[in-house]
Structures are given as structure tokens and as C-alpha cells.
């Protein structure tokens, strides 16, 4: 397997689950064997990709308190070389449930050693929150990919998410990295995301992906239809950046497992 990349940011709404959906279904569409981990109770990126959030025997709450192995909660999706473990709200209970299991952080990296020879990417939705489900997602991965909105407060919660990534990797996970930041919801008809992108750019140290994801009616409407903006239309704005930061990705090779 090439490389785990856990999305995250604590800070809603700043395009974290349709960087999942998509960047999944690019990587896809590129020949990469992909497998999408949704960490979220919300289940958005289930739904996403036109799954019935409850209507699933075994999820990852399944696999967390030990009911199913990671391998039985795979399904596959309707996009070509991409399967999918899925979420729903009975994820919430999980954190109190493994109070007092003992190597708790660690579950879902267990699990994912028993399938990483089927793929190239692992691609992990995480909370909106800083939790023990986020952390099983860190101590998981190989690289941390942070979606970025471009408004005035993008930075904020920023420095707790980059605090709790450090905590992760000095004390769980010695061999995590930021994969990267990538602007979201770019509104090129106002100088005030020029102004993010410049700002973001000046004061984070990190890699900052070229790509840039445009606001798009297209990209905003395929979650209604439970599609991947490539299945609901391929040749809109939003499916070419998708594509665009899936390159990016594929080619950073620094960031391999060696």
C-alpha cells in the first residue's frame, strides 16, 4: 500500500468530506485501488457516495468495539476500483464504549494492516472534532491532507489542529506527516480568497498543494444525488480540480511509505 491520508480539520464546513468523496473517485479514476474509511458519525461521506447510512449490517462502530473485522465491513461502491466502510450515527457511542479498552488509539491501524496489501490509498474522513475517533484516524495514517476554506477565518483552530498532530506523532504514530493543505471554496470574484490563499501561504510552513477548489454549484449539487462530482459531471469545474490535486497527490512521492 502506497499511503494512508487522513482528512481533517476540526473546523466545519471547510470541504473535508467533499475532499473524501472526490479526491477518492480521482485517485480511482487514475487506476489507484482505493478504500475510503468514513470516521464521521455524520456519515456524510457514505451518503456521498450513494450509500444507505443505516442500512449497513457492519460499519466501522462494528469494527472499532471489535463486533466485525475491518475486511467484512468493506463494500464496494459504484465507482470502478473504489470500496468504501461506512458510518452512521451509531459511531457517537464508540468513544465511551472504548473508555476502557486498553491500546484504544490504536484499533483501526490494527485493522488496516490486515487489508493494505489490496490498495494504493487508504482515505480516512475524520471527524469535525478533536476525538478519539480522529485520533485512530492519525495513528492510522501515513500523512494528514487539510482542507482549508478560503475565508476570512481559515487560520482559526488551525495551530490546535497542527498542536494535536505533533501530540499524535511525538507519543502515537513517530512516522506521521502533513501530506499537505489544499484551499477549498475558492471564490475567484472576490479579492478576499486571493487574500486567504496569500495569507495561508506567508505563515504556514507545511506543503500547500497548487491545486486550488473553486465554489461550483456542480461540486455542491452531487451529494444530493449521492455521486462523486467525476459520476454526476466529469466535465465540470470542480471534477477537473479533483483531478488536478489527485495528480498532485499521486506524484508527491515523498510522502510513500518507502
Known sequence: MKRIIAIANQKGGVGKTTTTVNLSACLAEAGKRVLVIDMDPQGNTTSGFGLDKEGTENTVYDVLIGEC???????????????????????????????????????????????????????IDCPPSLNMLTVN????????????????????????????????????NEDLMVEGVVFTMYDSRTNLSAQVVENVRDNLEYNIYNTIIPR????AEAPSYGMPITVYDPKSAGAESYRKLAKEVIKNKSMDRS
Open 216 to 219: 461550483n454549484v456542480r461540486l
Open 69 to 123: 473485522d475491518l475486511k467484512d465491513a468493506i463494500r464496494t461502491t459504484a465507482v470502478k476500483k473504489l470500496d468504501i466502510v461506512t458510518s452512521n450515527i451509531d459511531l457517537t457511542g464508540a468513544e465511551i464504549e472504548l473508555l476502557n479498552v486498553e491500546e484504544k488509539e490504536y484499533i483501526l491501524r490494527k485493522e488496516a494492516k490486515t487489508i493494505e496489501s489490496k490498495y494504493d490509498y487508504v482515505v
Open 137 to 172: 484516524a492519525l495513528t492510522t495514517a501515513d500523512t494528514v491532507l487539510i482542507p482549508i476554506q478560503c475565508e476570512y477565518y481559515a487560520l482559526e483552530g488551525l495551530s490546535q489542529l497542527m498542536y494535536t498532530i505533533d501530540l499524535v506523532k511525538n507519543r502515537l
